[in-house]
């Protein structure tokens, strides 16, 4: 799993390449890799709407519902398995009311 970096620290690094400095030079100094840096640089540029992708927000919102979606698939199945073993979709007996 890669390094976590601290969002003060992430700031700090984009803020050094918009003020001029090259992205190799930047990363070096903070003994990142260059992807890494160019990512974060990309993503900033996305989250102030200069160039068009998914917003840092917008994706953790979708993570969010997409997480909620998987939990409620699981639940739905656990009810289909739960209704099949006890008897619910077995045809009823004549005068039965529920």
């Known amino acids: ?3 976590a970096y601290p969002a ?11 003020a001029g400095r090259k992205v190799p030079v930047v ?4 003994q990142i890799s260059d992807a890494v840096l160019r990512r974060w640089v990309r993503q900033d540029r996305i989250d ?8 840092t927000a917008e ?3 979708l993570r969010k ?7 409620l698939e699981q639940e739905l199945e656990i009810l289909k398995i739960a209704s099949k073993f006890l008897g619910e979709e077995a045809p009823h007996p004549k005068g039965f009311t529920r």
């Open 48 to 55: 102030k709407g200069e160039i068009p992708g998914i917003a």
């Open 8 to 18: 003060e620290f992430r700031h700090r690094a984009i803020a050094l390449v918009r």
């Open 65 to 71: 519902a997409r997480k909620r979606i998987r939990e």
């Open 59 to 61: 994706s953790a919102e």
């Open 27 to 30: 990363a070096a100094d903070l």
């Open 1 to 3: 799993m890669p390094k």
